[in-house]
């Protein structure tokens, strides 16, 4: 059982995660029940490295989040998202690492991030079953995009 002190900061990391999780699973069944869905397979995610998740304990908090849900099967499909930087002496957009923010053109640390700060729920593929017809075996997943705040 891991417990929530100062002193361990991985348990605090971890609740941290299972809070985003909630929410995402809130916004997935806001999601299934505009759509009309019957069940979610998957759930996209876009995590930039300075997004101040850990990947690795979001995807323990998703089993505890989606279980007794529309998403209780679903997969969890993470993309690491890149750093990017724009230069305010030349212009350009570039690559960039997390701790070193700096042009990939002209090498100037003058930037400001573009990108590599998001959690972006990317998309949710969901199976959809009319009502009024009986279910087909094989239901093409539908897709929707949608920004986390």
């Known amino acids: 059982m891991t417990r929530c002190w100062p002193g361990n900061p991985q348990a605090v990391t971890a609740m941290h995660e299972l809070a985003i999780c909630q ?3 809130e916004q997935v069944e806001a999601i299934a029940l505009a759509e009309r869905a019957d ?7 876009g995590i930039g490295p300075l997004a101040g998740v850990e990947p690795r304990l979001l ?3 998703f089993f505890i989040a989606r279980a007794g849900g529309i998403a209780d099967e679903a997969e969890l499909v ?7 930087v724009c230069c305010e002496q030349c212009g350009k957009i570039t690559d960039a690492l997390p701790a070193r923010l700096l042009c990939g053109a002209c090498g100037t640390w003058r930037t400001k991030l573009v990108s590599g700060d998001e959690l972006q729920l990317a998309h949710v593929e969901l199976i ?7 279910a ?6 539908q897709a929707r995009q ?3 705040n």
Not at 78 to 84: A, G, K, N, Y
Not at 128 to 134: L, W
């Open 136 to 141: 087909e075996p094989e239901a093409e997943p």
């Open 146 to 148: 949608q920004q986390l």
């Open 78 to 84: 993470i993309e690491s998202l890149p750093v990017r």
């Open 59 to 61: 995807e323990q908090a």
């Open 39 to 45: 069940h979610i397979v998957s759930i996209h995610l």
């Open 128 to 134: 959809r079953q009319s009502a009024e017809e009986p």
């Open 23 to 25: 929410a995402l699973m």
